[in-house]
């Protein structure tokens, strides 16, 4: 049975890595494979590793009660967080605040627009996340680049610069949420760590690039259209909702730092307060229009499956801790490697594979905060190996799948254009990190 365990959990792995050709949602194998995975768990508990000297059903249906209780409180932090962010993203998108950043590009010289649009994902997306900030700048890359090829290009790096960018910040990617709620890193500490190396981790794909590219011609402009939603929302309105969903979300790791309150609780602060705010704002119209701007329709708008996701496979990542499977798998690792940059370089190369979601969550099982305390170079190799790795690869990140996905990026181009980019920062930024520690 434990070898059972182990197989669903691969097989539910193989599922989630072919959504796409199976054309089957990845949450629905998520979720199968994290409840199979308990009740393999309670049938087999005979031959688990974890379970040795218990032998009496009672006695294994209270364990595994408790431990399953206390990974869904700890998953339901993580869930309740990304639900609160992505509704406060959600808000400010809807309110075409993005504008403050989008309408400011105006150039049209190939090399300088390809900085332009990496430095503005880098930065972005420590502030919101990956994902949302590919979203963003691929919705933007479509109003401003008229070619294939050059869409396909600046799409790509955009996936480098989002992953690069989330890497660095406690909000700022899946991985380094679930490792800041965990207590595996902290907000000051993993941003000090990382951002030379996040940043190396862009800077030399774009240098390289800069190389290869010089002598393009100029991209030609395609003028700007109204949306519906910003011919109802004044430049006043679109400003200062981007003003305050930015300070919405800063200001939940100031919240942790000052009430030592897991994050979630300062995000649904954030959300209420936004809640009022915008309830009050639209006081004044019509109720289609006042209806279409409230948080309540957000929570429509928000990527729901993303969040059965998270629920499925940290769920089944659970199972396998409680099981011991992940403790063993600790012990080989350090067996046959002992090197923490080993380690943490192999996790990201195969975060380029599969999701790094459940690669980040098998490793907070594996290694107990008493063998790796909060803020060890461990912790903060991974959040960025697991961050930047999956760049490697279109399919290996959020950003990466929502790129590909809006731009309908060719999964073989990206491999022959901007996979070798993405792969010679990814060990330079590991290179810099072993310099500067």
């Given at each position: ?276 705010f915008t309830e009050l704002l639209h006081r004044g119209k019509a109720l289609e229009i006042k209806q279409g701007f409230s948080v309540a329709a957000m929570l429509h708008r928000i990527d729901t499956p993303s969040i059965l996701f998270f629920l499925g496979i940290l769920l089944a990542v659970g199972a396998l801790d409680t099981s011991g499977h992940l403790r063993l798998m600790a012990t080989f690792l350090n067996q046959t490697f002992g090197n923490i940059y080993i380690i943490n370089t192999l996790i990201g190369l195969l975060s380029a594979i599969v999701d790094n979601v459940p690669l980040v969550a098998a490793a907070m099982g594996m290694y107990p905060l008493t063998e790796f305390p909060p803020d060890a170079d461990f912790w903060n190799l991974l959040a960025y190996c697991a961050g930047t790795g999956g760049s490697i ?45």
């Amino acid at each position: 049975m434990a070898i059972l365990l182990a197989a669903v959990f691969i097989l539910g792995y193989v599922l989630i890595a072919f959504e796409h050709p199976l054309k089957i949602d990845k949450a629905a194998s998520a979720l199968l494979t994290g409840v199979f995975c308990w009740i393999i768990l309670l049938f087999g508990f005979e031959n688990m590793p974890a379970f040795e000297g218990i032998s009496s059903q009672p006695d294994v249906h209270k364990v595994l009660d408790e431990a399953l209780f206390e990974h869904l409180g700890e998953i339901a932090g993580i869930l309740f967080f990304l639900l609160g962010a992505m509704t406060i993203v959600e808000l400010v998108d809807v309110h075409e605040g993005f504008r403050a950043i989008t309408d400011r590009i105006t150039t049209t010289n190939r090399i300088k627009l390809l900085w332009v649009i990496s430095l503005i994902s880098f930065f972005l997306s420590a502030v919101l996340d990956n994902m949302t900030t590919a979203i963003i700048m691929c919705a933007l890359l479509r109003r401003i680049i008229k070619e294939k090829e050059n869409i396909w290009l600046f799409g790509g790096f955009v996936v480098i610069a989002a992953n690069a960018g989330g890497a660095w910040s406690p909000i700022g990617d899946v991985t380094t949420i679930m490792l800041w709620i965990g207590g595996q890193v902290t907000t000051v500490e993993i941003m000090q760590s990382l951002f030379i190396s996040s940043f190396v981790s862009l800077l030399v794909p774009l240098l390289a690039a800069t190389y290869f590219l010089r002598g393009g011609r100029a991209l030609p402009k395609i003028p700007v259209k109204e949306s519906k939603e910003h011919a109802q929302t004044t430049p006043l309105e679109q400003n200062i909702m981007f003003v305050l969903g930015g300070a919405a979300l800063l200001s939940v790791p100031v919240f942790k730092a000052f009430t030592h309150y897991p994050p979630y609780m300062g995000i649904l602060l954030a959300v209420g307060l936004l809640w009022y705010f915008t309830e009050l704002l639209h006081r004044g119209k019509a109720l289609e229009i006042k209806q279409g701007f409230s948080v309540a329709a957000m929570l429509h708008r928000i990527d729901t499956p993303s969040i059965l996701f998270f629920l499925g496979i940290l769920l089944a990542v659970g199972a396998l801790d409680t099981s011991g499977h992940l403790r063993l798998m600790a012990t080989f690792l350090n067996q046959t490697f002992g090197n923490i940059y080993i380690i943490n370089t192999l996790i990201g190369l195969l975060s380029a594979i599969v999701d790094n979601v459940p690669l980040v969550a098998a490793a907070m099982g594996m290694y107990p905060l008493t063998e790796f305390p909060p803020d060890a170079d461990f912790w903060n190799l991974l959040a960025y190996c697991a961050g930047t790795g999956g760049s490697i690869l279109i399919i290996g990140s959020a950003a990466g799948v929502a790129s590909m996905s809006i731009l309908k990026i060719d999964f073989l181009w990206y491999l022959k254009r901007i996979s070798g980019y993405a792969l010679l920062g990814y060990l330079a930024g590991i290179g810099v990190y072993y310099l500067m520690h």
